[in-house]
C-alpha cells in the first residue's frame, strides 16, 4: 500500500511539471519564430529588389555598383553587361571605325546604335547613317576592372527604358519602351498598336502617336485625350525636342507638345541637321536653307546644297556631322557650284569662291584625305584648277593664294596621332608646324 501511494505520488510531480514544459517549448518556438521573421525582414532589407517589365530580375543585381557616401546614393551601371537585358548586342570600340578601343564601346539593336566614350559625358546616337544625336547625361562615362560604366539616366538614354531607383526602398523598377507603350495601348483600347521605333519614344513625355482612318494624331498615353488632333498626313516624333514633325497638304511643320507651331507647314522637306546646336535643314522649292527649333530662319532656302555629300571620303578625320564642321561652319553651295562657309548663327564668313571642300588627290602612300583640322579649326578648300588653300572657321585665309599642290593626313599605327602634311613646289611641310611658326611671328 506504502509503494503503491509513493508511485502514484510520483505520477502526480510528474504531470504537474508537463505544463511548465509545454509552456518553455511553445516559449522558445515563438523565440525563434520572431529571430526568423527578424532574420527574413533584414534580409530582405539589404536585398535590392529588380523587377524589368513587371518581372522579378534578380541576376540583374550581381552586375550593379552601388556607391554611398556622404551626398546620398548612386546607382552606376556597366554598359555592356547589361545590354543583353534590354536585348540588344554590345561591342567595344567605336561603332564606325572599328577597333578594339578600350575607351569606347557602343550597344545596338535593328533601330538604333548609342556610343560611350570614357570620361565623356556624351552619348552619340545613329541609325547608322549620317544623322548623329548627341545626348548629353549627368555624368562622364568612368571605367571599373575593364568595363565602362554610367548612370541611370546613361542607362534610359542609350537603351530607351525607363528607370526608377528607390534607394531607401531597395528597389529597382525597369520598363522597356515596348512594354510601356503595349501598356498604355492597352488600357487605351488601341487595338494592333505598333508606331515606329522614333515614335514610340513619346511614351516617355506620356504621350502616343496614333493613326485613325488614315490620319495621325497624338494623344495623352494616361487619359487618352486629344494633344495634336488625328488629322495630319503623317507624325513623326522628334525625341531630343520633343517636338513633332508633321505633314499636311504635301508640306512640313514643326508642332510643339503644347500646340503651337514652330515651324510653319511651308517646307516641302524638314530633316535635323544638327540637334546639338539646334538646326534644322529645310528645302522649299529645290533649294535648301536653315531654321532653329524656335522657327527662326537661320539661312534663307536659297541654296542649291547644305552640307558636304562626301563625308565618307574623309571617315579618317572623325566627321559625324556632315552639315556641320567643327562644329562651328555650315558649308553651303550655290547655284554657280561655289562653296561658301556660313557661321551656325547665319554669318556668311567667306564668299562663294570655292570649287572644292577637303583635298581627295594625294598620291602619297599611307596618307588619307584631308578635310579639316581640329587643333587650329583649320578647313582645307580648293579652287577649278585643283590647287589648296587652308582656311579659318573665321574666313582667314593662312597662305596668301592657292598654291599647294595637295593636303592629306597620315596616321601613326602604334599611337594613332594624325599628323597633317600639305605639298608645294615639290616641297612637304607639316601644317601644324607651320602654323606655329607663323602664329609665333
Same mark, same amino acid.
Given at each position: ?8 505520488g ?45 518581372a ?33 548586342e554590345?561591342?567595344?570600340g ?24 570614357l ?23 568612368f571605367e ?15 537603351f ?15 520598363y522597356?519602351?515596348? $512594354?510601356?507603350?503595349?501598356? $498604355?495601348?492597352?488600357? #487605351? &483600347?488601341?487595338?494592333? %498598336?505598333n ?12 504621350? #502616343? ?14 487619359t ?9 498626313d ?14 499636311? &497638304? ?6 510643339a ?49 547644305i ?6 571620303s ?6 559625324? &556631322?556632315?552639315?556641320v #564642321? ?9 547655284e ?6 556660313f557661321?551656325?548663327?547665319?554669318e556668311?564668313?567667306?564668299?562663294f ?14 596618307? %588619307? ?13 580648293g ?7 587652308l582656311?579659318?572657321t573665321?574666313g ?20 594613332g596621332?594624325?599628323?597633317? %602634311? ?7 611641310? &607639316? ?5 606655329a611658326? %607663323?602664329?609665333?611671328?
Amino acid at each position: 500500500m506504502e509503494l503503491y501511494e509513493e508511485s502514484y505520488g510520483s505520477r502526480i510531480k510528474k504531470k504537474s511539471k508537463m505544463p511548465m514544459i509545454i509552456g518553455i517549448s511553445i516559449t522558445i518556438l515563438i523565440i525563434i519564430t520572431a529571430l526568423l521573421i527578424y532574420l527574413i525582414i533584414y534580409l530582405r532589407s539589404t536585398v535590392t529588389t529588380i523587377t524589368l517589365d513587371g518581372a522579378s530580375t534578380p541576376d540583374l543585381e550581381e552586375i550593379f555598383y552601388i556607391q554611398e557616401n556622404e551626398n546620398g546614393t548612386k546607382l552606376y551601371i556597366p554598359i555592356r553587361r547589361i545590354a543583353k537585358f534590354f536585348g540588344y548586342e554590345d561591342y567595344r570600340g567605336d561603332y564606325k571605325y572599328k577597333s578594339e578601343d578600350a575607351s569606347k564601346c557602343y550597344v545596338k539593336n535593328e533601330y538604333e546604335i548609342a556610343m560611350f566614350t570614357l570620361d565623356s559625358n556624351t552619348i552619340i546616337k545613329t541609325r547608322g547613317d549620317s544623322d548623329y544625336e548627341y545626348v548629353d547625361i549627368d555624368e562622364k562615362v568612368f571605367e571599373m576592372n575593364g568595363e565602362l560604366y554610367t548612370t541611370i539616366d546613361g542607362i534610359k538614354n542609350a537603351f530607351n527604358v525607363e528607370f526608377i531607383y528607390d534607394a531607401e526602398a531597395k528597389s529597382i523598377e525597369i520598363y522597356s519602351m515596348d $512594354y510601356l507603350v503595349q501598356l $498604355y495601348a492597352t488600357h #487605351l &483600347n488601341l487595338t494592333d %498598336y505598333n508606331p515606329e521605333f522614333s515614335d514610340k519614344k513619346a511614351i516617355f513625355e506620356n504621350m #502616343l502617336v496614333i493613326q485613325q482612318n488614315g490620319a495621325y494624331g497624338v494623344v495623352n498615353a494616361t487619359t487618352g485625350e486629344s494633344i495634336l488632333e488625328t488629322k495630319y498626313d503623317s507624325i513623326k516624333y522628334l525625341p531630343n525636342t520633343t517636338d513633332f514633325l508633321v505633314r499636311t &497638304n504635301g508640306k512640313y511643320g514643326i508642332l510643339a507638345k503644347d500646340t503651337t507651331e514652330k515651324i510653319k507647314a511651308v517646307y516641302d522637306e524638314i530633316k535635323i541637321m544638327d540637334n546639338a546646336n539646334g538646326l534644322y535643314l529645310v528645302r522649299q522649292n529645290s533649294l535648301y536653307g536653315v531654321v532653329d527649333t524656335s522657327g527662326n530662319i537661320i539661312i534663307e532656302p536659297e541654296y542649291r546644297q547644305i552640307g558636304i555629300s562626301n563625308v565618307d571620303s574623309f571617315a579618317e578625320n572623325g566627321i559625324e &556631322n556632315q552639315y556641320v #564642321l567643327l562644329n562651328e561652319i555650315i558649308p553651303i553651295k550655290n547655284e554657280e557650284n561655289l562653296w561658301a562657309l556660313f557661321t551656325i548663327e547665319g554669318e556668311q564668313v567667306t564668299e562663294f569662291e570655292f570649287s572644292t571642300l577637303g583635298c581627295t588627290t594625294s598620291k602619297v602612300s599611307n596618307s %588619307y584625305p584631308l578635310l579639316v583640322i581640329p587643333s587650329y579649326k583649320i578647313i582645307v578648300v580648293g579652287n577649278e584648277e585643283n590647287f589648296y588653300n587652308l582656311i579659318t572657321t573665321s574666313g582667314q585665309m593662312m597662305i596668301p593664294s592657292f598654291v599647294l599642290d595637295s593636303v592629306y593626313m597620315r596616321t601613326d599605327v602604334e599611337t594613332g596621332e594624325n599628323t597633317f %602634311y600639305m605639298t608645294f613646289n615639290g616641297q612637304t611641310q &607639316n601644317i601644324e608646324e607651320r602654323l606655329a611658326e %607663323y602664329i609665333e611671328q
